[in-house]
T-cell receptor, first 116, second 111 residues
């Protein structure tokens, strides 16, 4: 019963490098989300998806791209990493709102990314 | 601009104390408010509150929502060291079940 799995768990990038974070869920959830968490800032929504083949911008989308080619996977890409993107990234998935009651989101365990 | 404000930002209590964490919100299209506990890694779900005045309870934790005054509280009674964590509140509104989080309250329970 894996839930939401994020890979990798840790990564160090040099400024200007690119990388992709993978999120996979096995709960057949329609909705998926990418958040970043910085000290004192809480979790901020980067991008989200309401279904296979769809993506939308969240609160802090600049510098990131996403794709949802398969329902179970949601990829977050950094095309040219910057030190300001040093953060902990969390993926989450959920049912549509009407089914959220007493469930909330299911979060992955996070990816700690450092850009030097 | 929508905002969720949690207070206090941090709190240190002794084991056995009772604590109250606050979450106030000014948001459009409010649907519900959620509480999460975050230890070292991913946030874990505690409660989802949609209706005013109805308390949700789980063991020593309880929460209630006041939609008129736009706030929620999370109570923890007889605190234990295992309650040490960051407690996050988030509101759900608009489309796509998006959650907007507050900055969290860091609770430390000491012996």
């Amino acid at each position: 019963n894996a839930g939401v799995t994020q890979t990798p768990k840790f990564r160090v990038l040099k400024t200007g490098q690119s990388m992709t974070l993978l999120c996979a869920q096995d709960m057949n959830h329609e909705y998926m989300y990418w958040y970043r968490q910085d000290p004192g800032m809480g979790l901020r929504l980067i991008h989200y998806s309401v279904g296979e083949g769809t993506t939308a911008k969240g609160e802090v989308p600049d510098g990131y791209n996403v794709s949802r080619l398969k329902k179970q996977n949601f990829l977050l890409g950094l095309e040219s990493a910057a030190p300001s993107q040093t953060s902990v990234y969390f993926c989450a998935s959920s049912y549509p709102y009407d089914s959220l009651v007493d469930i909330g989101y299911t979060f992955g365990s996070g990816t700690r990314l450092t850009v030097v | 601009e929508d905002k969720v404000v949690q207070s206090p930002l941090s709190l240190v209590v002794h084991e056995g104390d009772t604590v109250t964490l606050n979450c106030s919100y000014e948001v459009t299209n409010f649907r519900s408010l959620l509480w999460y506990k975050q230890e070292k890694k991913a946030p874990t779900f505690l409660f989802m509150l949609t209706s005013s005045g109805i308390e949700k309870k789980s063991g020593r934790l309880s929460s209630i929502l006041d939609k008129k005054e736009l706030f929620s509280i999370l109570n923890i009674t007889a605190t234990q060291t295992g309650d040490s964590a960051v407690y996050l509140c988030a509101w759900a509104g608009g489309t796509a079940s998006k959650l907007t989080f507050g900055t969290g309250t860091r609770l430390q329970v000491t012996l």
